[in-house]
């Protein structure tokens, strides 16, 4: 065959393939449009014949994930939303290459109704695919039930920030916007309640019933953190749902007095001898020892029972107590002491009541507590000045307590001659503790001490060196317009002020770092002040109450401060420092006991302390709280304490060692 007829035969031949090839591609079915999934908002629709679809948005689009490209033209006719009938106008949109179609209501769907989502077999895909068609039902989430406003006598309850001075009487008004469902306003829907305690309440509606008004049946407590309620139990009548309120509020104050009015003079008694009880009543019965708190039982406390001595002075100058009475008990006491447990002459932080024996203060901390020993030490010196030699009994207790002062080693202290104090010692684990006992803080009458010992003493520069830092402890800064001369910022806890002046009286006491006496009082000022400004914005701080200083409180114990402000009241901080601020500390005296009493006030005086943003009042005594309060006020009244202790020969010898005047 010729060159140009094969040619000729191959092209044929090629075309003739092609024919074939496109006929057979032309001829082939298209195949079918096959939905993947349907999502509104964040949730699948089950597309099961039959199947539930419930709870979905109003307010989203509906996209629909096929398994290839759809025809846009077919979508804008094949796919239709309607409600009872009434089709549901969308805006179209696609992604995915088409493969998703996004239908978006043009407004938002209704709540609480069934709608039925179409796909006709009109619908198809760009390359021809065929759909077979499809029927989705869903529901909508209900309406919601809103809050439109809550107030209750004028006090916005919707407010961010605390709500306080509320009436009693609770008369709130709850405004909705939409109507109540009767039936769902109750007890067990709206609640108001404090800690053990839910108050009983009225119920109306107003307002075609779209407002509700609250009123208490009884008056709440007053100064009280209490929580208003309202849970989903409650709806619409339209059957809209509610998602929830919750609300702390704070009662208003009852001002009325919870005791009887009576003169300065006879409340500052009244609290005296109250207090009192917690050491004479509350006495350990074997000891005579103060316990550590009011359920400590075995428990008594070394400086705590230092305070117990002084407080017992104070009953028998007040008559509370017979001066035998009076000095039986400190007999009992010096007895026990003479035959506890001591290491080195100091005594431990914790001694068993009974048999003497240490308890730890903690897994090292089971041996001697310098600074518990020199409270303690304080106490029985204040004593030792009362007693009367010419009187055989107290002569001897003379004796005893002169044995027992003398044979404390505060030198060996020194841990080998430092020029510092070091605070514990264990007999099994020596100075593991090694915490040296520098100020600013309420350890000054430690070295006072050591510095007076006829037998042990410590040299002055162990005071200069070691307390003072040589000038370390100056702080020289003012706080809300008071000079602080010495310790932290703001003063640190007001004890600092109190444990060691129980008896080393700070009237023009002076050495070359400070004014004892502008120190205490410009530290009880700076303390009230800050309550006053109150920067954290706690329930409760005002002229009247305020005070802050070591004490339990709702999770346990802290030194609080102005720098460790945790919203704890303890009216010993006030109480305390009545020879300081007495105007500003009989002002909160007289709030604690007439006005809060009801709350406050105890078989042993004043209890420990009190949170009112938290909702909690402590039912608790400490015997380090407690002390203060009967032996400061005495101080502020007749200057008892200060007058024995001050009395001593040795502390004239520490204070010319250390260079203090007054």
């Given at each position: 065959m010729k060159a140009g007829h094969l040619l000729k035969f191959a092209s044929l031949v090629v075309l003739a393939i092609c024919l074939f090839s496109c006929k057979k591609d032309h001829e082939e079915p298209a195949g079918e449009l096959q939905v993947s999934s349907i999502t509104i908002g964040s949730q699948n629709l089950n597309l099961a014949a039959g199947a539930s679809n419930t709870g979905l948005p109003v307010d989203q689009a509906i996209e629909l994930s096929f398994n290839s490209a759809v025809d846009i033209n077919s979508a804008n006719s094949g796919i239709s939303l309607s409600l009872n009938g009434t089709e549901v106008p969308f805006n179209f949109s696609f992604s995915q290459e088409n493969k998703t179609v996004i239908a978006t209501p043009v407004s938002n769907l209704e709540n609480n109704q069934t709608y039925e989502l179409t796909l006709s077999?009109?619908?198809?895909?760009?390359?021809?695919?065929?759909?077979?068609?499809?029927?989705?039902?869903?529901?909508?989430?209900?309406?919601?039930?809103?809050?439109?406003?809550?107030?209750?006598?004028?006090?916005?309850?919707?407010?961010?920030?605390?709500?306080?001075?509320?009436?009693?009487?609770?008369?709130?008004?709850?405004?909705?916007?939409?109507?109540?469902?009767?039936?769902?306003?109750?007890?067990?829907?709206?609640?108001?309640?404090?800690?053990?305690?839910?108050?009983?309440?009225?119920?109306?509606?107003?307002?075609?019933?779209?407002?509700?008004?609250?009123?208490?049946?009884?008056?709440?407590?007053?100064?009280?953190?209490?929580?208003?309620?309202?849970?989903?139990?409650?709806?619409?009548?339209?059957?809209?749902?509610?998602?929830?309120?919750?609300?702390?509020?704070?009662?208003?104050?009852?001002?009325?007095?919870?005791?009887?009015?009576?003169?300065?003079?006879?409340?500052?008694?009244?609290?005296?001898?109250?207090?009192?009880?917690?050491?004479?009543?509350?006495?350990?019965?074997?000891?005579?020892?103060?316990?550590?708190?009011?359920?400590?039982?075995?428990?008594?406390?070394?400086?705590?029972?230092?305070?117990?001595?002084?407080?017992i002075l104070v009953g028998i100058h007040r008559n509370f107590i017979t001066r035998q009475e009076g000095v039986d008990r400190l007999e009992k006491m010096v007895d026990f002491l003479t035959a506890a447990d001591r290491f080195h002459g100091a005594w431990p932080h914790w001694l068993n009541g009974t048999t003497g024996a240490v308890i730890p203060f903690s897994v090292n901390d089971d041996g001697a507590d310098l600074v518990e020993t020199s409270f303690l030490m304080q106490g029985l010196l204040a004593a030792r000045q009362f007693l009367d030699p010419l009187n055989a009994q107290e002569n001897g207790l003379i004796a005893k307590i002169n044995d027992l002062w003398n044979t404390v080693e505060w030198d060996w202290f020194t841990q080998g001659g430092q020029d510092v104090l070091y605070w514990h010692w264990s007999p099994d684990k020596g100075w593991i503790m090694n915490v040296q006992i520098r100020g600013y803080n309420e350890a000054l009458i430690t070295y006072v001490l050591a510095a007076a010992s006829p037998t042990h003493t410590i040299d002055a520069e162990v005071y200069h060196k070691g307390w003072a830092s040589n000038g370390g402890i100056i702080n020289g800064n003012s706080y809300y317009g008071f000079p602080l001369p010495l310790g932290p910022s703001y003063g640190g806890p007001l004890f600092f002020a109190h444990y060691s002046f129980l008896g080393f009286d700070p009237h023009n006491l002076q050495d070359q770092y400070a004014s004892y006496w502008t120190q205490n009082v410009n530290h009880t000022q700076i303390n009230r002040a800050y309550c006053i400004d109150n920067p954290k914005n706690y329930v409760g701080y005002s002229e009247q109450c305020w005070g802050l200083t070591a004490s339990d409180n709702q999770a346990g114990y802290s030194a609080h401060s102005p720098t460790n402000d945790l919203g704890v009241i303890a009216p010993t901080a006030a109480l305390s420092s009545f020879p300081y601020t007495p105007d500003y500390s009989m002002e909160a005296l007289k709030f604690f006991y007439y006005t809060i009493g009801d709350k406050l006030w105890g078989p042993y005086g004043f209890y420990d302390a009190f949170n009112p943003t938290a909702g909690w009042y402590a039912d608790s005594d400490l015997a380090i709280d407690e002390g203060p309060i009967i032996v400061m006020i005495e101080n502020y009244r007749s200057g008892l304490l200060w007058d024995l202790f001050m009395s001593g020969p040795e502390i004239d010898v520490a204070m010319n060692k250390l260079g203090f005047t007054n």
């Open positions: 077999t009109s619908l198809q895909g760009n390359g021809g695919e065929t759909f077979e068609g499809l029927s989705i039902n869903f529901t909508t989430i209900p309406a919601t039930l809103k809050i439109l406003s809550a107030t209750v006598s004028g006090k916005d309850l919707l407010s961010n920030g605390f709500v306080t001075d509320v009436d009693r009487n609770f008369p709130a008004v709850i405004k909705m916007d939409r109507a109540i469902d009767p039936t769902t306003l109750s007890s067990a829907s709206v609640v108001v309640f404090k800690a053990g305690a839910t108050a009983q309440l009225s119920y109306t509606l107003t307002d075609s019933g779209k407002t509700i008004n609250l009123l208490a049946l009884s008056p709440l407590v007053h100064f009280e953190k209490y929580t208003l309620t309202i849970i989903n139990q409650l709806k619409a009548a339209d059957g809209a749902v509610f998602n929830g309120f919750t609300k702390e509020f704070y009662t208003a104050i009852d001002s009325t007095p919870k005791f009887p009015v009576v003169s300065d003079e006879d409340l500052l008694t009244i609290i005296e001898q109250q207090t009192f009880k917690y050491f004479w009543d509350f006495g350990h019965p074997v000891s005579g020892m103060a316990r550590e708190r009011n359920n400590s039982g075995e428990v008594v406390t070394t400086g705590g029972s230092g305070f117990g001595a002084m407080a």
